[in-house]
C-alpha cells in the first residue's frame, strides 16, 4: 500500500512538472503566424504601407472566405474579397491579385501570405501585390456569413464592415426613379439619414434591371473609389435586390384614413410585450394592397444612438430610439377599432384580461426581437417618465428622415434636447393634423418637426405609475371633410386585470365619428 501511495504522489508530481514546462514554453514560445484581418486593417493610419514582420507582430498569414462573387460579373476589377468570422466579429480585407481573380470562388476558405505586402486604400482597403504562390485554398464552405445593418451603423464603424456582405432593409432611391432607370452605373440609396450607392457593372446580368423606389439590397460593401468618405454595397445578382415599393396608394382614400385614438404606455408590472396601441379607420382597408407602418419613439437621456441629443434620422432613427410596426396582412372597416403593439395582447400587463378577441393587425415580441426593420430590442417603447415619447402613422412601410407621418401622438415632459435640434433641423417630423402644423398657420412659417413653433401639443404622464391606464384620446372627427370637430383630448382610464376588453371600445371619452 505504501509502494502503491508513493507512486501515485510521484505521478501526481511529474504531472505538475510536465504542466509547469508547458507553461513555460507557452509563454517563451513563437509568435502565431498568423495576424487577424481585424488587427491588419488597424495598421493602415492614412498612408501606404509595407507590411515588414515588425508592423505584422512577426505574422506572415491572414486567412478569410471568398465573399466577392466573379461570375457575377459585378466585382472590382483584379480584386477578390474575403472575410473572417470570429467570436463576435466579422471582418474583410481586398486582395489585389490581378488576373488571378478567376481562380477563386465565393466559399473557398484560404491561406494569404501578407508579409512584405503593400497596404493600399483607394476608396477601399486592398492588400496589394499578391501572387498565386501567396494563397493557398484550403476547403470550401457551404455558408456565407451576412450582417441586416443600417446605412447609419456603417458610417459609425465603417472599419468593421467593409469588405464584408451586408444586407439593408428598407432603403429608398434617390431621386425617385424615372420610368425605365436602371441599375447599369452608379444609383444613389437613402437609408435613414445616410446615402449609400448601390454600384452596378455593365457587364453584371442584372445591370437592365429597373430601379423601384424603395429595395432591400445585399452586397459586398466598399468604400466608393470615387466618391470619397461614401460607401458602396456591390450585389451579386438579381436576388440582392429587393423590390419592396410601397403601391402607389388610391386618391380614394382620402386624408387621415387611419387616426390614432388611445394606447396603454404603462401596463402594471413589466412593460415588455405588453404596451399597445388603438386605432380608428376612416374608410376601409386592406392592408396586403396598401401597407401602413406605425413607429414608437422613447427619448430617455441614455438611449443610442444620439444619447442625449435630437434624434439623428428623425423617425427612421431606429436602435432604442424608434421601433417600427410594419402593418401588411389584414384589413379593418371603416369605423372599426384596431389594435398594434405586444404579441401578449393582454389589456393591463401579465395574467390580465386577453385582448385577442380584438382586431390586431401588428402584434410582435419587440422586447426579444425588435421592431420590423427599424428598432432594436427594447422592452419599453413607450415611455413612462422624462423626455417626451410618442407615435407616428405612416403610408407604406419605407421611411427616412425625410418622411412625413399622416398622423402623430406625443406625450411627456417639457424637455426639448432629446427631441429637437433647430439649428441643425433635426427631430420629429410632423402630421397637419389637429395638434400639430408643419407650417405656422398665421405667419406661414415652417416647423416641420415636435417641439418647433406652435407644435408643442404633448399629452402628460400620468401617476402613480405602474399600474395600468389606458389613455383615451376622446374627439369627434368628420367623416365627410375628414377634419376634427372637436380636436382630440385625453382621458386616464384605470384599468384592473378584470377590465373586459369591451372597455377599450366603449363610453363617452373614446373617438366618435360623425358624417
Same mark, same amino acid.
Given at each position: 500500500m505504501?509502494?502503491?501511495?508513493?507512486?501515485?504522489?510521484?505521478?501526481?508530481?511529474?504531472?505538475?512538472?510536465?504542466?509547469?514546462?508547458?507553461k513555460?514554453?507557452?509563454?517563451?514560445?513563437?509568435?502565431?503566424?498568423?495576424?487577424?484581418?481585424e488587427?491588419?486593417?488597424?495598421?493602415?493610419?492614412?498612408?501606404?504601407?509595407?507590411?515588414?514582420?515588425?508592423?505584422?507582430?512577426?505574422?506572415?498569414?491572414?486567412?478569410?472566405v471568398?465573399?466577392?462573387?466573379l461570375?457575377s460579373g459585378?466585382?472590382?476589377?483584379?480584386?477578390?474579397?474575403i472575410?473572417?468570422?470570429?467570436p463576435g466579429?466579422l471582418?474583410g480585407?481586398a486582395?489585389?491579385?490581378?488576373?488571378?481573380?478567376?481562380n477563386?470562388?465565393?466559399g473557398?476558405?484560404i491561406?494569404?501570405?501578407?508579409?512584405?505586402?503593400?497596404?493600399?486604400?483607394?476608396?477601399?482597403?486592398?492588400?496589394?501585390g499578391?501572387?498565386?504562390?501567396d494563397?493557398?485554398v484550403i476547403?470550401?464552405?457551404?455558408?456565407?456569413y451576412?450582417?441586416n445593418?443600417?446605412?447609419?451603423?456603417?458610417?459609425?464603424?465603417?472599419?468593421?464592415?467593409?469588405s464584408?456582405?451586408?444586407r439593408?432593409?428598407?432603403?429608398?432611391?434617390f431621386?425617385?426613379?424615372?420610368?425605365?432607370?436602371?441599375?447599369?452605373?452608379?444609383?444613389?440609396?437613402?437609408?435613414?439619414?445616410?446615402?449609400?450607392?448601390?454600384r452596378?457593372?455593365?457587364?453584371?446580368?442584372?445591370?437592365?434591371l429597373?430601379?423601384?423606389?424603395?429595395?432591400?439590397?445585399?452586397?459586398?460593401?466598399?468604400?466608393?473609389s470615387e466618391?470619397?468618405?461614401?460607401?458602396?454595397?456591390?450585389?451579386?445578382?438579381?436576388a440582392?435586390?429587393e423590390?419592396v415599393s410601397?403601391?402607389?396608394?388610391?386618391?380614394?382614400?382620402?386624408?387621415m384614413?387611419?387616426?390614432?385614438?388611445?394606447?396603454?404606455?404603462d401596463p402594471?408590472?413589466?412593460?415588455?410585450?405588453y404596451?399597445?396601441?388603438q386605432?380608428?379607420?376612416?374608410?376601409?382597408?386592406?392592408?396586403?394592397?396598401?401597407?401602413f407602418?406605425?413607429?414608437?419613439?422613447n427619448?430617455?437621456?441614455a438611449n443610442?444612438?444620439n444619447?442625449?441629443?435630437?434624434?439623428?434620422?428623425?423617425?427612421?432613427?431606429?436602435g432604442?430610439r424608434?421601433?417600427?410596426?410594419?402593418l401588411?396582412?389584414?384589413?379593418?372597416?371603416?369605423?372599426?377599432?384596431?389594435?398594434?403593439?405586444g404579441?401578449q395582447?393582454?389589456?393591463?400587463?401579465?395574467n390580465?384580461t386577453?385582448?385577442?378577441?380584438?382586431?390586431?393587425v401588428?402584434?410582435?415580441?419587440?422586447?426579444?426581437?425588435?421592431?420590423?426593420?427599424l428598432?432594436?430590442?427594447?422592452?419599453?417603447?413607450?415611455?413612462?417618465?422624462?423626455h417626451a415619447?410618442?407615435m407616428?402613422?405612416?403610408?407604406?412601410?419605407?421611411?427616412?428622415e425625410?418622411?412625413?407621418?399622416i398622423?402623430?401622438?406625443?406625450?411627456?415632459?417639457l424637455?426639448?434636447?432629446?427631441?429637437?435640434d433647430?439649428?441643425?433641423?433635426?427631430?420629429?417630423r410632423?402630421?397637419n393634423?389637429?395638434h400639430?402644423r408643419?407650417f405656422?398657420?398665421?405667419?406661414?412659417?415652417?416647423?416641420?418637426?415636435f417641439?418647433? &413653433?406652435t +407644435?408643442? %401639443?404633448?399629452?402628460?404622464?400620468?401617476i #402613480? *405609475?405602474?399600474?395600468?391606464?389606458?389613455?383615451? !384620446?376622446?374627439?369627434i372627427?368628420n367623416?365627410?371633410?375628414?377634419?376634427?370637430?372637436t380636436?382630440? &383630448?385625453y +382621458?386616464? %382610464?384605470?384599468?384592473?386585470?378584470?377590465? #373586459? *376588453?369591451?372597455?377599450?371600445e366603449?363610453?363617452? !371619452?373614446?373617438?366618435q365619428?360623425?358624417?
Open positions: 505504501k509502494k502503491i501511495l508513493t507512486y501515485i504522489f510521484l505521478m501526481l508530481a511529474c504531472i505538475l512538472v510536465m504542466q509547469a514546462c508547458e513555460r514554453d507557452f509563454l517563451n514560445g513563437t509568435p502565431s503566424p498568423y495576424i487577424a484581418i488587427d491588419l486593417r488597424q495598421i493602415h493610419k492614412g498612408s501606404d504601407v509595407q507590411m515588414t514582420a515588425e508592423r505584422l507582430a512577426q505574422a506572415q498569414q491572414i486567412t478569410g471568398v465573399v466577392s462573387n461570375q459585378n466585382t472590382p476589377d483584379g480584386m477578390i474579397n472575410q473572417q468570422a470570429r466579429k471582418h480585407i486582395l489585389k491579385v490581378g488576373n488571378l481573380a478567376s477563386y470562388q465565393v473557398d476558405s491561406f494569404v501570405n501578407v508579409s512584405n505586402k503593400e497596404l493600399k486604400r483607394n476608396g477601399f482597403l486592398y492588400v496589394d499578391i501572387a498565386s504562390t494563397i493557398k476547403t470550401k464552405v457551404s455558408r456565407i451576412r450582417r445593418i443600417t446605412a447609419s451603423a456603417i458610417y459609425q464603424r465603417p472599419n468593421d464592415y467593409e464584408t456582405i451586408v439593408i432593409v428598407g432603403g429608398e432611391m431621386p425617385r426613379p424615372e420610368a425605365g432607370q436602371t441599375f447599369s452605373g452608379v444609383r444613389r440609396m437613402v437609408n435613414g439619414a445616410d446615402t449609400l450607392t448601390i452596378t457593372l455593365p457587364t453584371a446580368p442584372f445591370a437592365d429597373q430601379v423601384p423606389r424603395n429595395i432591400n439590397v445585399q452586397g459586398l460593401l466598399l468604400g466608393d466618391h470619397q468618405g461614401v460607401m458602396s454595397i456591390w450585389p451579386s445578382s438579381s440582392d435586390i423590390d410601397d403601391p402607389e396608394i388610391p386618391g380614394d382614400l382620402g386624408d384614413p387611419l387616426i390614432f385614438t388611445g394606447y396603454c404606455p402594471e408590472g413589466g412593460d415588455g410585450n404596451e399597445y396601441i386605432l380608428l379607420a376612416n374608410t376601409d382597408i386592406n392592408f396586403a394592397e396598401i401597407p407602418s406605425v413607429v414608437t419613439t427619448n430617455a437621456t443610442q444612438p444619447a442625449g441629443a435630437a434624434p439623428g434620422a428623425g423617425w427612421a432613427t431606429g432604442a424608434t421601433l417600427k410596426f410594419n401588411t396582412e389584414g384589413s379593418v372597416k371603416k369605423g372599426e377599432f384596431f389594435y398594434v403593439g404579441h395582447k393582454r389589456i393591463n400587463g401579465a390580465s386577453s385582448l385577442s378577441e380584438l382586431n390586431w401588428r402584434a410582435i415580441p419587440y422586447a426579444s426581437s425588435g421592431g420590423d426593420g428598432g432594436d430590442i427594447n422592452s419599453n417603447i413607450l415611455a413612462n417618465s422624462g415619447g410618442g407616428a402613422l405612416f403610408v407604406g412601410t419605407n421611411i427616412n425625410a418622411t412625413v407621418p398622423d402623430l401622438v406625443f406625450f411627456g415632459g424637455g426639448t434636447a432629446t427631441v429637437v433647430s439649428v441643425n433641423n433635426r427631430g420629429y410632423v402630421a393634423n389637429d400639430y408643419p405656422h398657420l398665421e405667419t406661414g412659417e415652417p416647423q416641420a418637426f417641439s418647433m &413653433g +407644435n408643442q %401639443y404633448r399629452i402628460p404622464h400620468f #402613480p *405609475a405602474n399600474v395600468g391606464m389606458f389613455i383615451q !384620446l376622446g374627439g372627427f367623416m365627410t371633410t375628414r377634419k376634427w370637430d380636436v382630440r &383630448g +382621458n386616464a %382610464y384605470l384599468l384592473t386585470k378584470q377590465t #373586459p *376588453a369591451s372597455a377599450l366603449e363610453g363617452e !371619452l373614446v373617438t365619428q360623425t358624417e
